[in-house]
């Protein structure tokens, strides 16, 4: 496994102020964690007033604020990464952890070259596209970022698709010259059929990695230890933050795991079916400040459980 620390030095972890239990006794929380897309951002991908003064209020707590997303690092916006409170950023579903201030990797869980090699020999639907994802920046299949809706993207996907992605005619060989270095792959189908289909394979076939998905269309993989959860442990633990004083909100599948690494799991109301059940609390949706009541829920003035 290619998985490694990047870079030695000590973080202190900066204190908060204090939080209530009603029922409960709780330690004050000093991170939160947030999935980006359809979770901290609105639909049109800004953050809502509400929610920037929420956050600003935490972060003027001495409270960490983490993205956690799918998304390359290059993707994650730069309003997102200037953020007061945002120190670091974990990408590519738990791929990789970087400095927001110098956009260094300070961490990494790539996958297997031979998880590369077997899921570039899956049988694919002609209907399905690839992505894969090296060093925080995304590399796409040609037919793809040309013609993007037609596997399955939004209006606004499709955008963002040609705004980040680097096209490759040949990706596979591309893939396989650089097998050693990916943080994660993606696979984008329109067809739920044969999604599924193609995600069993991936599960049976492909050694040493996980699937997930973070919007329907979508299929993600990435090496078995890492996900969301996995990774914002590691970053908890380089923080000397307990699991007891960090809270997470998030809205897809991908989520899951990142929900269960804190004691208070949130969902957003648009969240999926497996996001909201491992949940301890369904907020607003990303329309509605469901961070920002999350926040307001847990990290002020009193936390109920």
Request: hydrophobic fraction near 35%; proline fraction near 4%; charge should be negative.
């Amino acid at each position: 496994m290619n998985r490694e620390n990047i870079g030695g030095k000590q973080i202190n972890a900066a204190a908060s102020g204090k939080a209530a239990g009603k029922d409960v006794e709780v330690m004050s929380i000093r991170l939160i964690a947030s999935d980006l897309d359809g979770t901290l951002l609105t639909d049109q991908k800004t953050l809502s007033p509400e929610t920037v003064n929420t956050l600003r209020w935490a972060a003027d707590k001495g409270i960490y604020l983490v993205p956690v997303t799918g998304r390359s690092y290059t993707a994650v916006p730069d309003f997102i990464k200037e953020f007061p409170g945002v120190e670091y950023v974990i990408t590519s579903n738990g791929g990789a952890v970087y400095s927001a201030a110098s956009g260094e990797r300070i961490y990494q869980c790539l996958m297997e070259p031979e998880s590369v090699e077997a899921a570039f020999k899956a049988p694919r639907p002609d209907n399905m596209a690839v992505e894969i994802f090296i060093e925080g920046r995304p590399y796409s299949e040609t037919s793809y970022v040309n013609e993007p809706r037609a596997y399955g993207a939004t209006e606004y996907g499709a955008e963002y698709v040609r705004r980040t992605r680097i096209p490759v005619e040949d990706l596979e060989s591309f893939a396989m010259e650089n097998k050693d270095r990916l943080d994660s792959m993606a696979f984008v189908c329109a067809d739920p059929a044969e999604r599924e289909g193609f995600r069993l394979y991936l599960k049976n076939h492909v050694p040493d990695i996980y699937v997930t998905s973070s919007v329907s269309h979508l299929l993600e993989i990435g090496h078995k230890d890492a996900g969301k959860g996995n990774t914002l442990g590691y970053l908890m633990n380089y923080l000397g933050v307990d699991r007891e004083e960090a809270m997470a909100v998030g809205d897809g599948d991908n989520d899951v795991s990142m929900l269960r690494a804190v004691r208070y799991g949130v969902a957003v109301k648009n969240g999926t079916k497996a996001c909201r059940n491992a949940a301890v609390r369904v907020t607003g949706s990303n329309q509605e400040d469901g961070v920002a009541q999350a926040v307001k829920l847990f990290a002020g003035d009193g936390i109920y459980c």
